[in-house]
């Protein structure tokens, strides 16, 4: 029997940021169970943002301002951009809830495309940390048009 748990800094018993899994000791214990891991929130949103960047649909991740600074940060810090921009999670002991931030693709159905991020992101989550998901928000922050350029490293004049 596992224990799992989290604490994320916020409280009087917090002791390390992600989900921890504290195992049984004693030579009758399977090997899985020996031993404590832990899985940090910033694990948790780069898995959510590669789900979510997986779907066809999706053009890129995060809100105009989020957009504006995260390219200006990715141009100073050597041009790579977050996996995990207009990402946020809640990890709790057994469950995470997840906010997302999009720019869609035109023509795209905004109600079929948020339940297939859903979808992808749920099983990702899942799949990889064993904590289960209880809700995905999906805010649509804008449309790219097929004639716009990706104004990404912030500049206006080229």
Known sequence: MSDI???TGRGAASVSAGKALTGQAGADAAPGT???TTIADSV???IVGMAARDVAGIHSLGSGMSRTLGAV???????????????KVEVG?????VDLDVVVEYGVPITDLAAEVRTSVISAVERM???EVVEVNVAVDDVH???EEDDEDGSRVQ
């Open 5 to 7: 748990s989290n604490s």
């Open 73 to 87: 940060t990715d141009k100073v810090s050597g041009g790579h951009p977050s996996v995990s921009r207009g990402v």
């Open 44 to 46: 948790v949103e780069k």
């Open 93 to 97: 002991e057994r469950q995470a809830a």
């Open 34 to 36: 020996r031993g404590r």
């Open 145 to 147: 048009l097929p004639d």
């Open 129 to 131: 940390t064993g904590l």
